[in-house]
C-alpha cells in the first residue's frame, strides 16, 4: 500500500493563476481531509470530503477555493486566481470511517505563488 | 470553538534525559486527543491518541481533564526522537484535527 499520494510535490504559480492539488486516499479509504498549513504555523483544518459529497467545510475560505473527491479519481484541492497569500503547504489525510481515528497523511504540496 | 496551545516552539535536551512536550487545549465537549509526529523528510504520523491509553516508542500522554493538559513525555530521550511534533484535537463530530503549532524537539548527543 503506498500510502495518501499528493502531487504534484511541488507548484508555482503566478499570481491569478489557478492551483489544482490532487490527492489519491489510501486504498479502501473513501474519507479525505485536506489542511493548509502556513509558514511558521500548525496544520489548519479546510474540508472533509467522502465520496462525492462535501461533508464539512467550514474551514475553506469562502471565495476562490473549492474541493471535489469524485466517484472515480482522486480528491481534488483547487485554487482560483491564486494571491501571494496562498504559498503554503497543503497536506491530504484519509481515513477509513468517519471520526478521527487514525487520519494517514499524505507528504503534502508546497504551493509558491510569485 | 475548540483549541490547541503548545508553548514551546523548540525543545532540546540530551540523549537519556527525560523530555515532556506541553500541550494544552480548550473544548467544551470530550475531546479526543493526539500527538502526531514528523521526522525529518517523512510525512506526519500518527504517534498515540488518549483513548488508546498506549506507549508508543517510549512515549506517553495523559489527559488532565482538570489541567486541560495532555503532555506528552519520555524518561530517556534518544537521538532517534528528533522531530516536530504536533498535538491535535478532535472535533464532536469526530472527524476534524485541530492542530497545536508544534514543538521541534532536538535530542543531543
Known amino acids: 500500500n503506498a500510502g495518501v499520494m499528493q502531487n504534484p510535490r511541488h507548484l508555482v504559480r503566478r499570481r491569478g493563476q489557478e492551483a489544482r492539488l490532487r490527492c489519491s486516499p489510501m486504498?479502501?479509504?473513501?474519507?479525505v481531509y485536506w489542511y493548509r498549513q502556513l509558514p511558521e504555523e500548525g496544520l489548519k483544518f479546510m474540508v472533509y470530503l467522502q465520496k462525492e459529497n462535501i461533508i464539512d467545510e467550514s474551514g475553506m475560505p469562502k471565495e476562490r477555493f473549492s474541493a471535489e473527491f469524485p466517484k472515480e479519481g482522486p480528491s481534488i484541492l483547487r485554487i482560483q486566481q491564486v494571491v501571494r497569500g496562498d504559498s503554503a503547504a497543503y497536506f491530504c489525510a484519509s481515513s477509513s470511517r468517519q471520526g478521527a481515528y487514525e487520519q494517514y497523511f499524505g507528504p503534502g504540496t508546497r504551493l509558491t505563488v510569485t | 470553538a475548540q483549541r490547541v496551545t503548545q508553548p514551546e516552539k523548540l525543545l532540546s535536551v540530551f540523549k537519556g534525559a527525560p523530555v515532556e512536550l506541553k500541550c494544552n487545549y480548550s473544548?467544551?465537549?470530550?475531546?479526543?486527543l493526539f500527538w502526531y509526529v514528523q521526522y525529518s523528510r517523512q510525512r506526519l504520523q500518527l504517534l498515540l491518541r488518549h483513548i488508546s491509553r498506549e506507549s508508543i516508542k517510549g512515549f506517553t500522554a495523559d489527559l488532565n481533564k482538570g489541567e486541560t493538559s495532555f503532555h506528552l513525555k519520555k524518561p530517556f530521550a534518544q537521538e532517534e526522537d528528533s522531530a516536530m511534533y504536533y498535538c491535535?484535537?478532535?472535533?464532536?463530530?469526530?472527524?476534524?484535527?485541530?492542530f497545536g503549532e508544534g514543538t521541534q524537539l532536538t535530542v543531543n548527543p
Open positions: 486504498k479502501g479509504h473513501s474519507h
Open positions: 491535535a484535537i478532535s472535533s464532536g463530530s469526530g472527524s476534524r484535527l485541530t
Open positions: 473544548y467544551s465537549g470530550s475531546p479526543e
